[in-house]
């Protein structure tokens, strides 16, 4: 017996039903999720990383056209800092790393760190996105960790001093307590004539609170976050240095993408940089006035205190820095940073 017309038309109605069926799981197979993990809340307004990882998540969204969608993970959610240094050394996933998450796999970036080191926030942008340092830190990053530098994210200005007591030079640290960061902020505040010891960002304000600590280092935008505006009375803009982090992507990920897909992902890093660096730089002289309004008096040092500071603090983090690095990378950091620094004037 032949088919009906009705077998035929019933056929048809079949078949494109379950052309729509297979047809959702390939398009959702299309999709790449990526996990990108970070420091700080999910404030646009008070964690630069966070605007930054926002806009980053949109632009890559948009420009792949869905294709790879990025999960944000902000307050450390993934773990601390070296943890997630690990997870974006073995899985796919993508990192804004610190400082604290570079030291143990690439303390060679602390040469890009010595105080007093950019004169300018033009002189950082231009070593951090033109320089020879940083074309061969890169390489040397993915040649022993497997990890792509993406880009080099301002998370907040420059860094200044916070004190229970007025400093205006570095005569003026001797017989304090500072909270410090790291061994390297040690040496720095031993440079000083005060004295350094590390102190878990967490701990921070309970630490000045109670005099553990009598000051710190930090960009108005932390200071703010972590209300050290209650338990500081002054606030020394000595732009110690550029506060900045790291983007950081698994290597194997990247290079598994298609080529239209990693140019996506290499404009949405840089696009998302400068976007934050507007932010960044607009902001800081409302962040002061605001620290001002809290209480805090706001001292800006003249270009011979300035120089004082320089002298004393950029020789003791690189004896420091010399006992954990070739020195062969510091000299070269320097010479960059003195080609930027003139390069914008």
Do not use: C
Request: hydrophobic share 45%; glycine share 6%; charged share 20%.
């Amino acid at each position: 017996m032949k088919p009906s017309g009705h077998f035929f038309r019933g056929m048809k109605r079949f078949m494109a039903a379950a052309l729509v069926v297979l047809a959702v799981p390939a398009l959702a197979a299309a999709a790449m999720t990526v996990k990108m993990s970070y420091n700080g809340p999910p404030s646009l307004e008070d964690n630069a990383v966070h605007a930054f990882a926002t806009t980053f998540k949109e632009l890559v969204e948009k420009e792949s056209g869905g294709g790879i969608v990025i999960d944000l993970y902000p307050n450390s959610q993934l773990g601390n800092e070296q943890q997630r240094m690990e997870q974006v050394m073995t899985g796919p996933m993508i990192n804004v790393a610190s400082f604290g998450g570079m030291e143990t796999v690439f303390p060679e970036m602390f040469a890009t760190n010595v105080p007093f080191m950019f004169e300018s926030y033009a002189a950082a942008h231009e070593f951090f996105d033109n320089s020879s340092f940083m074309d061969k830190a890169g390489k040397e990053l993915r040649s022993r960790t497997g990890i792509e530098l993406l880009a080099v994210v301002e998370e907040g200005g420059f860094i200044a001093f916070t004190s229970k007591k007025p400093v205006r030079s570095p005569a003026d640290f001797k017989g304090m307590k500072f909270r410090a960061m790291d061994a390297s902020q040690v040496a720095m505040y031993e440079a000083f004539g005060a004295s350094g010891t590390p102190i878990p960002w967490t701990e921070v304000y309970l630490a000045l609170k109670t005099g553990v600590a009598d000051g710190q280092m930090n960009p108005p935008t932390y200071i703010i976050i972590g209300s050290l505006y209650e338990v500081q009375d002054h606030l020394t803009l000595a732009n110690v240095q550029y506060s900045d982090q790291f983007l950081l992507i698994n290597g194997e990920l990247l290079d598994s993408l298609p080529d239209s897909q990693r140019q996506v992902i290499r404009k949405a890093a840089h696009e998302a940089n400068v976007k934050t660096r507007q932010f960044v730089e607009s902001q800081v002289d409302e962040r002061v006035k605001f620290l001002a309004s809290k209480g805090m008096t706001v001292y800006t040092p003249t270009a011979e205190e300035l120089a004082q500071f320089k002298e004393l603090g950029s020789p003791s983090y690189i004896k420091w820095l010399s006992g954990q690095i070739d020195t062969a990378w510091i000299d070269h950091a320097m010479e960059d940073a003195r080609k930027a620094n003139e390069a914008v004037k």
